[in-house]
Every structure is written in C-alpha cells, then in structure tokens.
C-alpha cells in the first residue's frame, strides 16, 4: 500500500509528513481534546486517552463552534499541536480555525478516508499543489 495516493478537494497550510493517527469519528478542538497534554480526552472518543501531538488526525468530520478557532490558533502557538487534520467533511468554522493557526488541512475525497489509511503508517499530507493529497510512505 506504500505510495497511495488519495486526492482532496481543498486543503491549506503547509507540507507535512508524520504518522497518522485514524479513527473513524469527529474531531472538536472544544470537546475531544485535552488541549495542555496533548490527548484526545472525553472519554467516549474512539482516540480517548491517545496523543494526538506532531501526529496526522484521519478523522471522519469536523464538529464544533467558534471556539475551534482559536484554540487551533492557542494549540499551535503552545506547540501542542496535530501535524496536520485530513477530515472526510469540513465545515467553515474548522476552515477559518485552521487558516487562523496557520494549520495543514485537506479535505472531501471519494472514498471513506478512514477507511483508507491505516492507523499509524506514515503519511505525507500536501495541500500545496493544484489537487491537495496526503499519501501513504
């Protein structure tokens, strides 16, 4: 499966490689997280109690409010931070969260992306080039 490629709709920020960390539920900033150490925090999260830090988040939907704003902007100036989140929907909110921070983002593929990449494989996600892509190493 090394060398995959799968393509997404848009994206922004920056090239990164790191190993992914998947699940198939949502990512809230707000309410999944524990945002000083690093973990995925409530409890009924299919990632309660793993570290999301310098790792690529494979999850299923952006959920939340306003406050994903700037606490992607707060996470990322502590340097507790995701490398990057690759999302199967993406709502405006986490767009702006993510462009505030100045955070790699990609987004809308054609399949099931959770279902595509494995759970910790290396992954390069670039949403630099005309069609943003993350691939498997």
């Not at 539920?25 to 109690?49: C, M, N, Q, W």
């Not at 999301?52 to 939907?61: E, P």
Request: hydrophobic fraction near 50%.
């Amino acid at each position: 499966m090394s060398g995959k490629i799968f393509y997404a709709a848009a994206g922004m920020g920056a090239e990164v490689r790191a190993p992914a960390l998947v699940a198939k539920d949502g990512f809230s900033a707000r309410y999944d997280l524990d945002r000083i150490k690093g973990v995925f925090s409530r409890p009924e999260h299919k990632l309660a109690g793993e570290s999301y830090v310098g790792r690529v988040l494979v999850l299923d939907a952006a959920k939340g409010g306003v406050a994903t704003a700037w606490m992607l902007h707060e996470m990322k100036a502590r340097g507790i931070v995701p490398a990057a989140l690759v999302l199967n929907a993406i709502n405006p909110i986490m767009v702006q969260g993510a462009a505030l921070a100045d955070f790699t983002m990609i987004s809308g593929f054609d399949q099931d992306i959770t279902q595509a990449i494995p759970n910790g494989a290396l992954v390069e996600v670039d949403p630099t080039g005309e069609r943003p892509f993350i691939r498997i190493v």
